[in-house]
């Protein structure tokens, strides 16, 4: 599901307008099951005048860059202008022209041209130019040089959307990209956005947005990292806003950071009232956009055969709890149906009824979402269609901005008396009431009957996520261990061998040893257990075979103590840290391990380790008994943020946790 979506970011990232209107396909018109930010591409029509002269361009000779801007920089915007027109009647006109020199081979994938389209907004023309480093014309690229894909997400079996792309074949850095394009969107409801600087490496030499809005239609918009506009009244009482964002130098993400959309520069817009497939509705809040999704593809959606109304009476009749009813109901929806992926036109964002995916076995997100409702309703369960920003990583929604673009995948809520559940309905083998990282801890709209609401979905705290890892373990004195580790995973970390099990054994094993990346480690077996009542848990249960696993002697053992516990080893920056720090998730880990030691060794110490920081806890202690040697740890990982300011007390922490992974203790022959 992630496959080309680093890299196709930063193709479109360097296009504004290809970004723009991708992202709102990516983000607003296919909220399906969340894929690549490749997932719409540029989704709009193209004009632009064939007789344009192309000539050599001195202006953009990359030696005219300042200096300043190349520092940290792989490419440099070195100029774009984005003009959007907005007209209630006649929808949405873009113009755009831009240029991008490419300083470096890191930054090469900035000038990638990439033009994408679909059938309700076709692809008219496309014209591009690439010049040398001085400026000097080396290409015209027409339309035909370009090759043309469908668009393939491995999920989607309905999917229009198809993409045109050219990769300058340029050995010679730095050399310069330009493109020039006019476009039009027949709606109202899918706006594009600016931003200006949108990827990490990308510095800014000049960049501007003009917005036109015309006297029918009314407009607000959301600004973050650019000055205020400028506002103009033209003819015929058009409003003209003006933003400008210049010189500015390439940034650079930060480990442990914030999202990059908490701090990217950008212009969003919403109408206040939009048209689309003769539908209207308002964005003006979130409870305007709501009523509108709900009136016009949930009201009417929620129909269901008589027989599956009667199967799913009958399933729950012995069960009074209204839980458990939902979880008979959810199991039952994830036994008879599976997700397939819907991207034909405005299928993106209508949902398909509950009668067609009974009937059909599959659906999308929404249609899966839909027709869980449509069940959970037969036993008189109030279940609210929510939609979410899905992934590792949650985005920020703003509580006065309503827009489709803060939502990529729908969710079902269940607001029962005493909390609230939240169930993935595309998955056949998640847990009810489980979320995973894929959809914890950040907003979601509810669509109900009154209209959109802005909530938050579970958090899962850090007592939640637990890691509890129990190893018994016999040493001979040649240093060969061998025997079993079994480590038990819950909240997020249930999902932590995900996948694995449905691999081969050959693969299992190539997977576990990048897990445990131990010298000389052997898994002999392995096996995975899911329980997914009460709290979900997953126990993986492994057969270890290590040889010179102890480092021998004539009269000593050195010993690794924690080999089967790693935290991440954060090295410093070798930069001012700008960003705050942001630790997500908290884990709780308990290591317990013991080993069968020789017999006639003694161990000459039995060190205690305690550490106390901001940032979490941990703590070590062994015993020696019988030529029994256990070693416990126990470390509490945060979460939460902090200033930037204490970056390197941070580092310093988990350092020296990835130090005591590393640790050893000697055991001796007793004379």
Known sequence: MQKNRILLRRLLSSLVILLSLSSLIAEGFTRNKPKPQSSGFFSCTIKTNSNIQVKDRPDLDASLVDKILLKGADAVTRYQKLIVTVSLSTGVTISESSAITVLSENGKSAGYLIAGYNRMEPLRSLRASIYDSKGKLIKEVHERDFQDYSYDDGESMF???RYKLYVPAIAEYPYTVVLEQESSIKNTLYLPKWEPQSDEGLAIEQSSFELHVKKDISLHFHQ???????????????????????????????????????YMPHVFLSADNFTIKKMAGSLINWKTYGQFEYDNFLKDAAVLPQNTIDEVLALTAKEKDEKEKARIIYQYMQQK?????????IGGIKTETATNVDLKGYGDCKGLVNYTRALMQVCGINALYAEVYAGHTPKQVFSDFASLRFSNHIILCL??????????????????????????NRPAILITPEGGKLVYTHHYNDSENRQVQNGN??????GHLSGILETKFTGIGYQDRD???????EKKIEVLKRIYPINRIEITSCSFKYLKNGDPTLTEKLGIDIEQFAVTDSVSLTIPVNPFL????????????????????????????SYKIPMGFKLESLPEINVHSDFGDYSFSCTYTNNLLTCLTTVNLKSGSWEASKFDEFVSFYQQLYAFSEQALI?????
């Open 159 to 161: 999917n229009d959307e």
């Open 224 to 262: 973050q990292g650019v000055s205020n506009p400028e506002l103009h009244v033209g003819a015929d009482n058009e409003k003209i806003y003006s933003w400008l964002f210049d010189r500015k130098p390439a940034f650079k993400i930060e480990p442990y950071g914030p999202s990059s959309d908490v």
């Open 337 to 345: 149906t599976h997700y397939v992926g819907v991207q034909i036109g």
């Open 415 to 440: 607001p029962f008396k005493t909390d609230t559940c939240w169930l993935e309905c595309t998955s056949q083998k998640l847990p009810f009431n489980y979320q995973g990282n894929f959809t914890d």
């Open 473 to 478: 373990f016999t040493l001979v004195a040649d």
């Open 499 to 505: 996948g694995i099990d449905e691999l081969t054994d």
């Open 566 to 593: 790693r935290t991440e080893n954060i090295s410093y920056s070798r930069h001012k840290r700008l960003m705050p720090i942001i630790v997500r998730r908290g884990k709780v880990i308990k290591n317990a391990i």
């Open 667 to 671: 055991a001796r022959k007793a004379n």
